[in-house]
């Protein structure tokens, strides 16, 4: 199957539209949006290098914007922003993937395939942005994307309830949690996990079901240390 986006007219007016941007070099916008399956020119080398854009994008806006924020706050806040799960999410409202070039793919039935493509798309059109503007067009374009997200905070880079877990049972002289990971029975395109946390100071196993292991090792963590704050 091939999508219903089958040349570069079509999504040249859906960049206008989104990004208020034209491209001089129309090979590359084809490229931004061609999977490997419809093309060998395909998003993957434009991918890889919008991801370093962002991340330099993003990092030195935080850099700017927080002059009081240490290196582990923004570092933590960079890497928030720039995941996958949060570009992804930024693709989807942008419906990128519905431009996507390519042959065979179960892109609409397949949730996770879906969610990997549209950051994939992103980071790609990103890499697009650059090669074919610059650095200062480019850095506009991604302000604007990230507009909600920079919104100023009080406080920014906070610790996840992994690391945090980690670093209690480290200032009690404990061993580090453990997580066992369970594939429970499910589609391969809406996977299930049922992640099992165990620390030394609590004699209960925790456990959390979700669609990925990284999801339910922050739930697990999390249950443990509000239990944990709550025996205090």
Known sequence: MINKIKDVNSA??????LFNYTFKNETLL???????????????RLEFLGDAVI??????????????????????ETQILVSKKSIAKLSNEYKLVDALLYKNLKIKSNTSLRTSISANLMESLIGAFFVDAG?????IIIKNIYKDLLKKKNKIGEKDSKTKLQEYMQSINKPLPTYET???????????????????VEPKLASHICSTVQEGQQKTSKFLLNKIKNEK
């Open 30 to 44: 084809l490229e931004a949006f061609s999977h490997k399956s419809f093309s060998k020119k395909n998003y993957e």
């Open 135 to 139: 650095y200062i067009k480019t850095e």
């Open 55 to 76: 991340r330099v994008v993003i990092s030195n806006l935080l850099f700017k914007k927080y002059p009081k924020s240490n290196e582990g706050e923004l570092s933590r």
């Open 182 to 200: 369970k594939r429970l029975p499910s589609p391969p395109h809406k996977p299930k996990f049922e992640i099992i946390c165990k620390i030394d």
């Open 12 to 17: 040249k007016l859906k960049v206008k539209k």
